[in-house]
Each structure stands twice: as C-alpha cells, then as structure tokens.
C-alpha cells in the first residue's frame, strides 16, 4: 500500500520552520510498511493544494495532509479536500461542542471563524482533537483514504498515534523492518565497493549506504507478512556485511551512536578517559558527554589551545614543541601521555591540526591533524589529512578521535 | 523569478533524516525574494525522480534539486537531470583532479565509482566542492535553471552561500537587500509581541522572525530599484529595533555568530577568557574556538564533569560542592573564580547542571543548569531551567552562556 503526504504551510516554504512533521509521519509510515513515494509542501494557496491533492488521487493509496485547518481565512486545507472529493462540509456536533469547551477551558471566547473548524466533508470520518480546535478528518472513497491532521505537532503527533496509527495499522497488511549496520574508519565509496554484490543483488532485504561524518550507515529493510519474518530475512544479510567489515562495525542499532558505542567499550573493559584537544578545542569531550552514564569513565578533560597550555596542563615538553611544533605527532604523543597522567586516567585521547582557515604552511597546510591516543602505556598515533571549512575539518577530527579510541580499546 | 526545491533521498521518505536542507534553501531563496510554490521529497527512484522534474519544468524559473550525487549505484540525481534535459555525461577533468586530490589528502584509494562524480552534464557549469567528492551543477536552458546540490549539509551550505547565492543573486531582477538584526537573551514569543505591530505592518521592509537555539534572528527584506535605495528603506525600521531591544542585539550581519560578537567584545576590551564545563562537557569551549584567533584570549578550558575534578582542577572546596551540590550558584561561582584563577584569565564562565535524561530530583529537576560568569572580580551568576532532550538542554546551555559572557564583558 503506498502513501503521500502533503503539507500544507507558508512558512515551510519561507523556511521559517523545519517539517519535522515530514519526518515524523514518514517514519510511523515506514514501520506500518507503507511506501512513501512522495511528500510535497505547499503554501495556503487553493489552486495548487487542489492540483497537488488530484495528482496524488491519481497515485496514492493513501494520502495525509496537514496543516491548514486552523479558524482563519487563508486555512483551506479541508475545504479544498473536500471539493476534490466531492464531497459538502456539513457541521459535526460534537466537534462544535468540543470547540466550545475547549474555549471554555481557557476562557477564550469562540470567535465566529471557530465554528468553520467544526465543519467536515460528509461521511467522513473524524478524529476528535483534545488539543486544539482543528478536528482531523479521514475521507474513504472505494479502497482509498485521504487523511488531514491538524499542523501543530502538539496536536498531529497526539492524534496519529492514538487514532490515525492504529487505523492504518488495522488496513495494512504488511510490515517493515529496518536494521542500520553502522560503519566507522572506512569511506563511503570504499564500503560500498566491498558489498556492491549485496546493493545490487537484494531486494528483499534491501541494502543502502549512507554518508555521514566520519561514518557509513548501511540500511538493511525488509517486508515481511509480519516483523519476525522481516527480521529472518535481515539475518543472513547482515551476517554478510559483519564478514566483510567485522571490527568497523560498531552497532546495527539504529539509535546507538559511535560515542554510546565507545562508551560500551570503556564500561565492559572498565576504562577510564579523558581528552586533550587543542584544534578540537572540546568537541570531543563534547560528544563523549553525549552520552548519560560517561561520567563514571570520563571525569575531566583538558582543553589546550595554546602551547602554555600543552606545557602546564599535559606536561608537553618545551622542547617537543620548539623541535617539532604543536601540529607533530610528537607533540600529539606528549599530549596523550601526559593528560592520562594528569587526569589519572587509563586512556587519553589527544588532537592537535590546523582547523585554518588561516595557520597553514608548504609542509604542514590546513586540515593536517595528528592525533595520538594513550591506552595503558600503548600509544596509538594516526596523521589525517582533511579538507573544507573550519568546522567541517574540526568534526572530522572528533570522529576519527573517536574511532581511533575505539580502535586503541579494542586492541587493548 | 520562482524557485522550486527537489530533495532527493530514500531516508528522508522514511523519516531517517530531517529534512534540514529543506529549511535552509527556502529561507536563502526567501532572502533573494525568489518565490518558492513547491517543495517536493522522492527517493532515489529514476522513473518517479524524472516525472518529477518533467513537472516542476514546466512551472519554475528555478530548479533546486539536493542530494543523489554520491559515487554509489543509488546516486542517480545527476543521470536523470542530465536526461531530462537532453545533455549527455562528459568527464570534467578539474572535477576528477580535484576528487583525487580529496581522496589523496585523506590517503583513501580512488575506487572506480568515484570517477562517475566526476562526470557532468555537457555545457553546465561546475560548481567545484571543497568538501566533499560530488561537485555542484548548474544546467541552464534559456532563461531556466536546474541546480544540483549534494545532500549533506556540510557540503551543501558552503556550496550555496560561496557559489548558488550569488548566482541566483546576479540573476534576479529586483534589488533584493536583506539584514539580520540577530537578538540573544530574549525569547521568540516575547521577541515577537515586542514587534506585533512592526511584523503585521511592514510590507517592504518585511520583518520575519526565525526562532535559533537561544537567539532570535530577525530578517529584514526590502526590494527597491537599487541596493542602495534598498537599505535606506531598511535604515529606519532597524533604528526602531535597536530602540526597542537595545543591547538585546549582538550583530546585524548575517554572517556574524553569537561567538564571533563575544571574540569582537573581548579584542575590543582586550580580556582573556576560559571556560570551566560540567554537562556541557567542551561544547562551550568548542564554540568559542569556532572563531579563527580566538587564541590570543582563550587559552585553555577546564572540563570538570566529576566532582573530583571541580576540585582539582578549579579548586571548588569540597565543603561547597557537599553542602550545596555540583548543580547550586554557589558551585557555578566557584567553578568562574576557581577557573580564571587556574588559568590566570581575567574572565571565566562556568556551567553546571542536569542534562538527563536521568538524575533529576524533584527540587532539582532535569533541565536545571545554573551558570556564572567572572570577569575581573564580579561575578554574574544565572538560573536557567530547559526542557528537551539532553542534546537540547546542552545546546541551550551553550547558547545562554555565551549571552552571559557577552553580558559581563558589556557590564564590565
């Protein structure tokens, strides 16, 4: 069964909001195991919300709308579904009472243009909104629905999982499974190179790569008549990918980040960590921090910008830094040993680059970042060359940190 | 002129991602006085992407489409712009140079899939990407444009404010200039009622509020027959703003970050800084350090999660920490003066608080972040209660800090 959502908004296409109503529906849409095609946003403008809503009639199973169902004039959302349905607005009883007590409730008087919202499309069928005064509204035409849900996510999001969640539920037949097998210390072209196979050979499960800083997320998706099946399909597949890049997965949970996966590591081998960042400047521990529960293994953390500061805080030998400079991997070396010392700590991870935009030489340009992590009197020292905008080079470098520590417990 | 935006990718039909790219074009095209009637999301499909594109041909000037540039087999933005406009796929020799170089720097090897990045439709013009492999393309036909911008953010917002903007910027007819009056330490409601009548009233200049993590962004659009006529429309409209929030307002440049005004502030006044972090844990810091040169005045910075390290490192007396907790004024101020001292800095801000999503209490409830700021001597200590996930609370945080630091630099 195949979904589209439209949503209706000025200020979506001003910009001055993000849909995260898109992201919402869609994935609740995914799990139910309905394919989204399409989402299309759309101003308060009836011409085009009523040539929108008639192209997807012509593709849709189901369509959802929201927004525009709000008291004032330039609200046309229902108005305009109902003409392309065929269908007069006729006033609901209970919606009105409803309206009228929830004015109540807030002693709010009922504005004249309050009683357009309890109007709805003959025969069909509406969803009570305790939150507001927009009802929603499922219209049923033969085995297709087009359903409207009012645009506050106070309201959208209360109303879909009780009502509209479990309706869909009852007429969809199939369920979707995801798995997210989560990559770190490989590119995405690379990773994608060893499993081209698997891309292009599945179709149930489906395998799909994704981008992000320093990390590769591969999507595993499988229909199934129901969520047991989908996840026997996933199994092999997966069993594959963790053949092909073993230790370079770091979960095939979709909620779990690289620092919660670092943060498991450190919990089952009983570490304790601390940082030393001079370009990173505290984004790492940053994203460590991420993680509730941290602090048992990392206590403190030592931003050094400056080479006073890599002296007096780490320890770093004067002499490393006028010999080699901050940007060496000598100094990223110092750096990690000496805050281990420092904090007392087990590890120690330690950055240190030129995030630029200016500070770059012939031998030493922009985006060079040593970095060195410390594990109970191991050193692992790793020299990466990035490129881009300063904060772009600074993120990367927090995720290599973070997959170097990975890699230093992992070997530990 | 009209716009119109195409995002393309499977994980934003399943609700992996939030479309924040969405958000971002349509506010840029906003502040150009491009019209924007269509936003539409597809996934990586050839047959529904090139439908897709056939209609938005024949109602836009402009064509925005973002991400499906990547080197994998699902990438297929570029092929199906490429068809859908009759030009064939030749090999840009810069773009191939410069995807080597990127993989070199990085010391990844080239596998074939990468060379199909570097292939653009004949006749378009490149828009060359410094961060990542997919190069940016403009396809023009007469007077119409398909723009093909990667996905991920990092690549897609420098390519657009370096390259797209003033492009789309030279083509457009009308005069469009724009301010940004950019406002911390006063909510978006309460910003707004402050300029009902200002929002509802102005036609040109328009006033549009954006509501930022711990700031208000107020944009300021006039159209006129020259820039310059432009801004003289905008000049008194922002006098009434300054009126009204006074220093409430940190810039009213675009381009300048909460950060950069306070790296302004302490050059101005020529003060060092540093930081001393609990549960924002380096963000603070790692902030700060996003401005080039802040060296000269932020050395280091203290990230004291644990108790222990409050002490060691700040020097909070235990009998503080004991009598009033880690999260108390009394420890946020000894955090500033324990922390300026150490780093023999004129001006220290600290913060500490519960971050959750557990460890609240029911007289210290999750959200609860108190914060001081010492600058030479006095101390502004502030209260502050968030609610949201961890990540949200932490930002604010940050966010609130900053416009404490600002505020005790203004004082000072």
Redesign the interface.
Known sequence: MTVELICVGTE?????????N?????????MLGLS????????D?ER?LEE?LKTAKGRSDVIILCGGLGPTQDDLTKETAAKVMGRPLVEDKRARKEIEEFMAKRSRNVTENNWKQALVPKDSKVLYNPNGTAPGIIIKEGEQRVILLPGPPNELIPMFEEQVYPYLHAIQPETIC?KMVKLCGV????A??KI?DL??GQTNPTV????K?GEVHL?L?AKAASEAEAFQLIVPVEEELKKRFGNLIYTDD?TVTLEMAVYELLKAHNLTVT?A?S????????R???V?G??TY?????????N??KE??LGVPAEILRQHGAVSPQTAEAMAEGGAKAAGADICVAVTGI????GGTEDKPV?LVYMSCYCRGKLHTEK?????????I??YSVASALTLLRRAILEH
């Open positions: 979506l296409l001003l910009g001055n909001i993000v849909n995260t898109a992201a919402y529906i869609s994935e609740k849409c995914a989204m095609f399409y989402q299309s946003v759309v101003g403008n085009r929108l995801s590119g995405e072209s690379s994608e190179t081209l891309i292009e799909a790569p994704y981008a800083t999507r998706t979709p940082t960042e370009c990173t400047g505290g984004l790492l521990a940053g460590l921090i991420n509730p941290i602090s990392l206590k403190e953390g030592y931003v050094t910008y400056s006073e500061a007096k805080l995030a630029g935009p200016d985006g990466n060359q990035y490129s881009g905008s300063r904060s772009k600074r993120e």
